[in-house]
Every structure is written in C-alpha cells, then in structure tokens.
C-alpha cells in the first residue's frame, strides 16, 4: 500500500483486487495455521514415532520416500512454481516434469535425513558434502537451470511440506534417550531436504537438451474485465489445486 501510495501507483481495480486478495490471504493462512497445529504436526509427530519403534530400517527409509513424494506434489507453492516455469520455457519443461524430479529428489533426500537422525551422522559433513555436489553440478548446467533449481528448492520448503517434515523428524529423534541429542539430530532435516530439491533440478538439466526461456515477458492487464471476473475465473484451477494438496 505505501508503494501504491507513493511510487508505484496502480488503477483503481487494480488496487482493489490487491485489498481482495490481501483479505484472502489474512482468513486463508489464518485457517491453514489451524489445520497445521491441529493436524499435520500431531500426524507427523506420531508417524515419526510409530515408524521407529518398528525398529526396522527399511521401514524407516520406505516411510520417507513414500512421504517425501506426496508431501512434494502437494505443496502449494511448487504447483504454482511448475506452472511459471513451464510458461517461460514455452512447454519445453512441462509442470508435471518438473515436480515429479524435485518430489524424487526431495524423497530421496527425506529418507537419508531420517537415516542421519538415527546414525548421528553429522550435519556439517552431510551439508558440506551435498554442496559441493550442487557446485559441482552447477559447473556444467544452463544458468536458467541454476536459478530454477534454487527457487525450486525455495518453493518446496514451503506452508505444508516443512510443518510436516519437522513433525516427522522430531517423532523419530523424540524416542532417544538423550534429549540434548534429539534437539540436534532433529535440527537440519530441511536444509537436506532442500538440497535434494536443488540437486535433483540440476541432474534433470543434464540429461536433456537445452531450454530456450523466453526473455521478456508481456506484463498481464486485468484493467478489461471487472474486479471480481479474474477471482472467479482461476477459482475452479484453484479448487482443483486445493484438492490435490489434500
């Protein structure tokens, strides 16, 4: 509103639609938050636990992937993502490409970050080692795949995926017996998490041709249709984006 206000003047429904959307977000995340408290931590918290007094590691690793990859394909804002990318690469990276590699690799990623919580294996080395293989990799990949990779990772990390995550490594670092290791071996699970987004976007790159990106962008102008028209055109895509989240 002070960009508005100041240098960034808008057209009056123009503005108006951003109050709309602002109040959207204000009732919507408010009743997410609610549904995170209330559902999600409680559920990963007790599958975390579950799956570790099986005491069988392959349970363990078989939870993570399976987990990581839905947790992946449901996350809001890496739908969205997918979506931008697809367009600027005029179909050349579909949508569902795109988040079936980053889910893999977050999956994979998921299922070692367990088997570290268990083996006490260190953070620093584990992080310290996946970096250098993103540099690595980043040495022989098209720069647009760099920045896609990165916010692919951002973008992952997000409203569902790390409330869940965290829940489900606390759940499993919460039967040891040292508490001052369960804080320690349950920090960290999404700093690997994200490096596994990252990683699996810049293998992706190097095993298909190049992606011509489309440079300049023509901005979108609503100023035609009324203020409601563009809520109520992208509110069946949004439904169908909300139900395959839950």
């Not at 987990?67 to 367009?87: D, K, R, S, Y």
């Not at 990276?93 to 889910?103: D, E, G, K, R, Y």
């Not at 990390?157 to 499993?172: E, K, Q, R, S």
């Not at 901005?219 to 984006?241: C, H, M, N, R, W």
């Amino acid at each position: 509103m002070i960009l508005h206000l100041t240098f960034v003047p808008l057209s009056t429904p123009t503005f108006i639609r951003f109050l709309i959307g602002s109040l959207f977000i204000l009732i919507g995340l408010t009743l997410f938050l609610i549904g995170v408290d209330k559902g999600i931590t409680p559920l990963g918290t007790n599958i975390g636990e579950a799956i570790t007094k099986t005491k069988k590691l392959w349970v363990i690793l078989l939870t993570g992937l399976i987990l990581g990859v839905f947790i992946t394909l449901a996350e809001p804002g890496l739908i969205v993502f997918a979506n931008q990318v697809e367009h600027v690469s005029s179909g050349m990276l579909t949508m569902w490409s795109l988040l079936i590699v980053v889910s893999i690799g977050i999956a994979l990623l998921l299922a070692f970050g367990l088997y570290r919580i268990l083996y006490h294996i260190d953070l620093n080395k584990v992080l310290t080692v996946l970096y250098l293989l993103i540099f690595v990799f980043a040495l022989f990949t098209q720069p647009e795949f760099i920045i896609i990779s990165f916010d692919a990772s951002g973008a992952t990390t997000g409203v569902l995926a790390v409330p869940f995550i965290m829940a489900l490594a606390v759940g499993i670092s919460h039967l040891k017996k040292n508490t001052t290791e369960n804080e320690e071996d349950s920090f960290g699970i999404i700093a690997i998490v994200s490096a596994g987004a990252i990683l699996s976007v810049l293998v992706l790159s190097n095993f298909r041709p190049s992606v011509d990106f489309i440079r300049n962008l023509e901005p979108t102008t609503l100023e035609k249709t009324g203020i409601l028209t563009y809520y109520v055109s992208i509110a069946l895509q949004i439904f169908i984006d909300t139900l395959l989240a839950m």
